[in-house]
């Protein structure tokens, strides 16, 4: 308890680069970044082959390569290839971590649409696209969000790697916190990553109320 | 109308579903394709809407051959109906009622309007166009179907057992309902079903369909009930063949006879009962305008003296229809000999077919 007020009573680390909204804000920026890019990438990615059936095996190796990669491990290569200095070979690790729960979820959520509803839809005389779009892509939004909160979720835990290159984030608190032995800042860090999780969860939970049609979050 | 000229339907799998059929639905009728389950029904109704194309053979929908349409427009002009309704969860029963007007490019208020109009039109309360589908019960939802089915007013209707997922009460009244809808609209419906009751009951013609995807006979219910083509109809039919028969046969011929004294009526003229020593006894009616001779033979049977109540529209005693007065009648519709020739267990029915066609 005291090594949090040590941490968060100080007003010297209210202030400042170093301080903590300027750590925050860094923090959030590569998460959004790499959690942005991955969705781009997944979403339409797991709605294509939810869609089509064709593709299915990229699903599988991505959830695979999800348990195996270490994320840190990924870092160090990527830092060894490209070097130090930009902020990619932070991202880069971040976005292979971000991509497979999305696309898992997305590609799931497709393909269990009832195949009667599926199949209605086609009946009435939706088109491919409008079949995908109109009836596919709303019910399947609980799972698609699911997989976009767990991957939001992990990003914003694993951007503390970041600080190991020098860059910041909230991750320079623990890193620089063990390296000077001051545990009131690797705590402070480690329990503002945490806040942060929740924030998304909190984020996640409101979204799903907004964009998820009530007929469809009442069955699920 | 619409015309299978040899149609054939083999899945890659080398199933024959549809084996060389060639049949007629007539226009602002209803045809029923009946079978056992695995016959071919759903096969041979998702071939018009193109929802699986035909191996061989051509479906004309008036003079057009399908297969030259492009099947989401093709499909926009008629209607489907499925046994799981098939309602899009995420959207509110108006739209979902909507949805082929939506597709066609109507602006929304006037789709709305239609879908509010067609809301009414199946018997669903306004209230409901506001719920999404898992607020409603499986006859509503089943309702719905048929509404959206009908939504941008296509002249064909395709069902696939859309009643058989509900219990029998509402099923009955969802049969009643379409036959209601079906007299003001005049559509025309291929409705598919392995309920043979139904297919009876709800059908201008019945092609009755056997595993392997070829017609065994299509004719009108009564003449299918009288004359069935083989074997495999007749026990398809099943029993009673003779007594469902003269559901088809109007009870307005039958001869009526004044009201005895012993029936007890209200100031209304309404039937009470039967007078018995200080109680009432049961009795049965039927009204001569629109029930057919099952009607006024089952309402026989109800009186414990074996005497039928005739009454009006409104419940009124006209006169009474005696044993002796259906017996009549019964005789007219008895069997020919040549039918009976063809009755191995004597379960004769009990009508010319004829007559009873027209
Ligand atoms: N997609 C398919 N692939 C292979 N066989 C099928 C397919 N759909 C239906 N069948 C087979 O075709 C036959 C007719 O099926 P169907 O038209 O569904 O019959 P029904 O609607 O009369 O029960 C059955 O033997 C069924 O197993
Ligand atoms: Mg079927």
């Known amino acids: 308890m005291n090594w949090l007020i040590d941490f968060f009573g100080d007003a010297a680390n209210w202030s400042g680069p170093d301080g903590i909204p300027a750590r925050i804000l860094e923090h959030l920026e590569f998460s959004a970044a790499a959690f942005l890019i991955a969705a781009v990438i997944a979403v339409p990615l797991g709605l294509l082959i939810g869609h089509t059936g064709r593709g299915a095996f990229v699903v599988v190796v991505s959830a695979n390569a999800a348990r195996a990669l270490p994320t840190l491990g990924l870092l160090v290569l990527v830092v060894l290839l490209i070097g130090v200095g930009t902020v990619l070979p932070v991202l880069i690790p971040l976005v292979v971590l971000a991509v497979p729960p999305i696309l898992v979820n997305t590609y799931e959520g497709v393909r269990g649409v009832d195949a009667d509803l599926r199949d209605a839809a086609y009946g009435m005389g939706l088109r491919g696209r409008q079949v995908l779009f109109q009836v596919l892509t709303p019910s399947a939004l609980p799972l698609i969000l699911l997989g976009l909160r767990l991957s939001a979720i992990q990003v914003v835990s694993t951007a503390t790697v970041a600080a190991f290159v020098g860059l910041g984030g909230l991750g320079r608190f623990i890193i620089d916190g063990l390296a000077t032995k001051t545990y009131s800042d690797v705590i402070g860090g480690a329990v503002l990553i945490a806040l942060l999780a929740l924030a998304v969860q909190l984020g996640f939970t409101l979204l799903n109320r907004v964009v998820v049609s009530p007929g469809v979050r009442q069955v699920r | ?358």
């Open chain 2, 1 to 358: 109308m619409i015309t299978f000229e040899g149609v054939t339907k083999r899945y890659p799998d080398g199933t024959v579903a549809v084996d060389d059929l060639s049949l007629q639905a007539p226009t602002g009728a209803i045809t029923v394709f009946v079978g056992p389950s695995g016959c071919g029904k759903t096969t041979s109704l998702r071939m018009i809407n193109r929802m699986i194309d035909a191996t061989s053979g051509r479906i004309l929908l008036d003079d057009q051959d399908v297969r030259a349409i492009d099947p989401p427009t093709l499909r926009r002009g008629i209607g489907y109906v499925i046994q799981q309704a098939g309602l899009f969860p995420h959207r509110k029963i108006v739209d979902n009622v909507a949805t082929v007007p939506y597709l066609l490019g109507w602006d929304k208020k006037k789709a709305r309007a239609r879908a509010m109009e067609l809301l009414e039109l199946v018997g669903l309360d306004s209230r409901l166009a506001g719920r999404y589908p898992f607020q409603l019960s499986g006859g509503q939802q089943q309702r719905v179907g048929v509404a959206r089915a009908l939504a941008a007013d296509p002249p064909v209707l395709l069902m696939d057992e859309p009643f058989s997922a509900v219990d029998p009460i509402v099923r009955a009244s969802l049969q009643e309902e379409l036959l209601h809808l079906q007299s003001e609209l005049h559509k025309t419906i291929v409705f598919v079903t392995h309920d043979i009751d139904e297919a009876i009951k709800l059908g201008d013609t019945v092609a009755v369909l056997r595993v392997g995807g070829h017609l065994a006979q299509m004719a009108g219910p009564a003449t299918l009930l009288s004359e069935p083509a083989d074997d495999f109809v007749r026990e398809f039919l099943g029993k009673d063949r003779g007594i469902r028969r003269l559901s088809f046969v109007p009870a307005k011929g039958v001869r009526l006879g004044s009201t005895p004294a012993d029936l007890v009526v209200d100031e209304d003229t309404r039937p009470l009962g039967w007078r018995s020593n200080g109680g009432l006894l049961p009795y049965g009616t039927f009204d001569p305008e629109r029930d057919s001779l099952r009607a006024a033979l089952d309402a026989a049977l109800l009186s414990p003296n074996g005497t039928a109540i005739a009454v009006d529209g409104d419940g009124r005693v006209i006169g009474v229809a005696t044993r002796d007065a259906l017996d009549e009648v019964l005789a007219q519709h008895a069997t020919g000999p040549d039918e009976q020739a063809r009755e191995p267990d004597g379960e004769a029915p009990v009508t010319d077919p004829k007559r009873a066609e027209s």
